[in-house]
């Protein structure tokens, strides 16, 4: 026969610590999720130093929209085509591209990048 130690605890038996901490990861889990699942917003004044660095030699990358000496599409169109999006830029600049030098970014000036895209939107 198995003895069991019985102490006092605060928190109960331990069906009930296990219930309370079965409630205290759920809660932490119910706040931590949402904020991870957020993707990054990313910094739209880098991402046009950006734009300018890596991008202007092919791109209009300002907000003028004026003739490139390449077929390369200026930002303000790209940023007026219906399906560019966040998530779309994001992905775009995050893998390699045959004709274009620059792709293959970190996450972070992907969204820095598709963020200042975004800002070039018409209102």
Known sequence: MTTRCRWN???GSPR????????????ALSVAMPAL??????????????????????HVVDRS???SWTDAPAFVAIAADPKVTRPWLRGFFQRPHFNMLNTDRPAGEADDLAAYILSLKAR
């Open 65 to 67: 929209g004026a003739g």
């Open 37 to 58: 699942a957020q993707p990054s917003r990313g910094n739209a004044a880098r991402g046009g130093q950006l734009a300018e660095t890596l991008c202007s030699r092919c």
């Open 16 to 27: 009930d610590r296990r219930r309370i901490g079965a409630a205290v990861l759920l809660a």
């Open 9 to 11: 605890s605060p928190f």
